[in-house]
């Protein structure tokens, strides 16, 4: 009896817990544009590093940043959670573009080199906007 009692707990449990079926979204890299970013660093300081994008619809809304490390290389890119909607209007001029700021902390001597996402070109493949930032001691 207590395994019956149990299995139908479980169950309310689970249909009580049924996925919202309110708004989707799915998640996109959304090209950056621009960047403000010093042209050197001093080891140990802290740098704010502005990006500017630009959200096609009313229906895109920043997430995240992607950003990956490799030894002195930073790939950074603007996750975007673009909302599955019929009711998105077109983006232009002030009202598309968006930034983000973070801060960089400098951890070692030697360059970095910043590799930001804009997009893909003909071919499929990932476009960068590169910087080369030296470090001074």
Not at 41 to 65: A, D, M, Q
Not at 77 to 96: K, P, T
């Amino acid at each position: 009896m207590k395994k019956i009692a149990s299995l139908l707990v479980l169950l309310f449990l689970f249909n009580a817990c049924s996925p919202d079926e309110g708004i989707q979204y799915h998640l996109e890299l959304t090209p950056i544009e621009s960047v403000d970013i010093p042209t050197e660093f001093t080891l140990g300081e802290t740098y704010p590093i502005t990006v500017r994008y630009t959200k096609p619809t009313t229906c895109y809304y920043f997430n995240s940043l992607y950003y990956d490390k490799d030894l002195n290389v930073r790939t950074i890119a603007v996750e975007s959670a673009v909302e599955q909607s019929d009711n998105c209007f077109d983006l232009s001029g002030a009202d598309a573009v968006a930034e983000y700021t973070f801060n960089f902390y400098v951890t070692s001597n030697g360059s970095y080199i910043f590799k930001f996402y804009q997009g893909k070109n003909e071919s499929g493949e990932n476009i960068f906007l590169e910087y080369e930032v030296p470090v001074l001691d």
